[in-house]
């Protein structure tokens, strides 16, 4: 496995990045996050940068790359 990890102060670009339709990628799971579209995505994210206005670099996002052959080991439950 693979892992990058990147900082920002973005919420937008980072969730239209990994939720591009062209990259087929799948939420699989939230909690505290309306997820009905992009922009309550992004809005959620905002409104919980509110609570805590010291922070400054509130983006993290974390890209983990598998083996093939681990393939047979991921699934999205």
């Known amino acids: 496995m693979i892992a990058k990890i990147m900082k920002g102060s ?3 670009g ?3 990045y990994i939720l591009d339709p062209k990259k087929g990628t799948e939420l699989i799971d939230s909690s505290g996050v309306r997820t009905g579209s992009i922009s309550h995505i ?4 905002i409104d919980q940068t509110k ?3 010291r922070v400054s670099r509130v983006v993290g996002h974390i890209s983990l790359s598998f083996s093939i052959q681990d393939s047979s080991k991921l699934i999205n439950e």
């Not at 992004?42 to 994210?45: D, I, K, L, R, Y």
Request: hydrophobic share 45%.
């Open 42 to 45: 992004v809005q959620s994210f």
């Open 14 to 16: 980072v969730i239209n």
């Open 51 to 53: 609570l805590n206005p």
């Open 10 to 12: 973005g919420f937008k």
